[in-house]
Nanobody, 121 residues
């Protein structure tokens, strides 16, 4: 079982920056991918960025060049550095992880509870 806890969301002004953190804890043998998704009221959840072990990262077109995802594998933490924020980035940001409880177990998907980001104009 993997537990994901996000932090760092708050209200900022347009043009500002934020760093979100996601700490993974629990019993698992490996976490293969960590990512960030976001969802606004009335909209579906969308991928923001995801990263596999190492530095292989993918980004949504809307955030590429402004957001950077990284991970600290020693401490099982994923970060999302967000710069040049605009009101369209306002959403609840969810951490996502794919991992296995044991070396012979299938891969499961886990979600955090979300952290709210509000960008005011």
């Amino acid at each position: 079982q993997v537990r994901l806890v996000e932090s760092g969301g708050k209200e900022v002004q347009a043009g500002g920056s934020l760093r979100l953190s996601c700490v993974a804890s629990g019993s698992f043998s490996a976490i293969f991918t960590m990512g960030w998704y976001r969802q606004s009221p009335g909209s579906r959840r969308e991928l923001v960025a995801r990263i596999t072990s190492g530095t292989n990262a993918v980004y949504a077109d809307s955030v590429r060049g402004r957001f950077t995802i990284s991970r600290d594998d020693d401490n099982n933490i994923a970060y999302l550095q967000m710069t040049n924020l605009n009101p369209d980035d306002s959403a609840t940001y969810y951490c996502n992880a794919e991992g296995s409880p044991g070396s012979r177990d299938p891969v499961y998907e886990y979600w955090g509870q979300g952290t709210r980001v509000t960008v005011s104009s």
